[in-house]
């Protein structure tokens, strides 16, 4: 609830909507008192509990998609960091493994030794 300090240091339009629908308090305690005006989740507790959830599973996919259209510049610019950056790295990977690797042991293969005779 407003002090008085607070409805005096108020803008213009606050105070006036203060004036026409009342204090706040009042206002929640009839809002409160209409059980019509309550959503479908008061009234039905059991079933929103079971669609709550899977309404957000169906939502998760969707909204990075839409987070991505809004901001496509900025995925591209990110996109154009990271995959380079991504190819360097594992390029970087493969010549360190390549330089740690004994040399018979980097070209071989477990059947080498295997020797094929024809029958």
Known sequence: MLDATTKTLA???VRRALLELGELDVIAADITARPELRSWAWHYPKLAM??????????LPVAPLIAGVANAPVLARWAGCVVPSGLVTVAMLLVLQLVITPPELRWSSPYRSVTLRAS
């Open 11 to 13: 803008p213009r339009n």
């Open 50 to 59: 079971a669609l709550y959830p899977l309404a957000c599973v169906a939502v």
